[in-house]
């Protein structure tokens, strides 16, 4: 069965610590996605990456940055934490030009910065 | 560009009875359209798509829905209400291509009471 592993399910960090999400697939594909939800906004997407070395901003990457140096490893950089970063953050994989497949989650990290 | 767009925040039904979210959509180029379910502390879970073909589309836990072209819409529907459907219930458009990204929803909460 196809997999999508995030590291950690939940997490506490202080203001100002930078803080690693890793989210891991197993399924070989290109494309990655990092997302951030929240009561009432549904996911947004802060990046994505469609191959190794390669990433692309989504929606709200202020904040935010990414890497990408194993096609099954992306991990999600916080460089500096706040409190307006609290949420639950959502990593999703799927192949290229799939489209018409929808994305494969992993089980979510919730972060609390304090 | 695409977006959707669900209607109500919050549904709530008694065990039994029809399950009804509504979600609409807007794309310039046919569309790609799921629902995805969410349990509490839990990721994403697909729970049925409309890609092409038959407009009716049946999904897992008897959930169904029905792509409207002419009214932009995607509705999810159970005819009977279970407390294990009791989830936030997430609509995504998507479009064909490498880059073809998901874009959701808000997110509907759907309550069942005994």
Redesign the interface.
């Known amino acids: 069965d196809v997999k ?1 592993t995030q590291s950690s ?1 939940y997490l506490v960090k202080r203001t100002g610590e930078k803080v690693f999400l890793e989210c891991v697939q197993d399924m070989d594909h290109e ?1 990655m ?1 990092w ?1 951030r939800q929240d009561p ?6 802060i990046y ?1 990456s ?1 191959d190794v070395k390669m990433k692309e901003k ?1 929606d709200i990457p202020e904040g935010y940055s990414v890497s990408r140096e194993k096609k099954e490893r992306f991990s999600l950089i916080l460089e500096s934490a706040s409190t307006n970063q609290t949420s639950m953050y ?1 990593c ?1 994989s799927r192949l ?2 799939q ?2 497949y ?2 494969t ?4 990290t ?1 972060l609390t910065v304090v | 560009a695409q977006s959707v767009t669900q209607l109500g925040s919050h549904v709530s039904v008694s065990e039994g009875a029809l399950v009804l979210l509504r979600c609409n959509y807007s794309s310039s180029v046919p569309p790609y359209l799921f629902w995805y379910v969410q349990y509490p502390n839990q990721g994403l879970q697909l729970l049925l798509k409309y890609t092409t073909g038959a407009t009716l589309v049946k999904g897992i836990n008897g959930f169904e829905a029905e792509f409207k072209k002419s009214e932009t819409s995607f509705h999810l529907t159970k005819p009977s209400a279970h407390m294990s459907d009791a989830a936030e219930y997430f609509c995504a458009v998507s479009v064909y291509g490498n880059t073809g990204k998901l874009i959701f929803g808000q997110g509907t909460t759907l309550q069942v009471k005994p």
Not at chain 1, 40 to 45: D, S, V
């Open positions: 999508v399910r494309n996605f997302y009432g906004l549904g996911l947004r997407l994505f469609y989504g959502l999703a290229p030009g489209a018409n929808g994305y989650f992993g089980s979510g919730r």
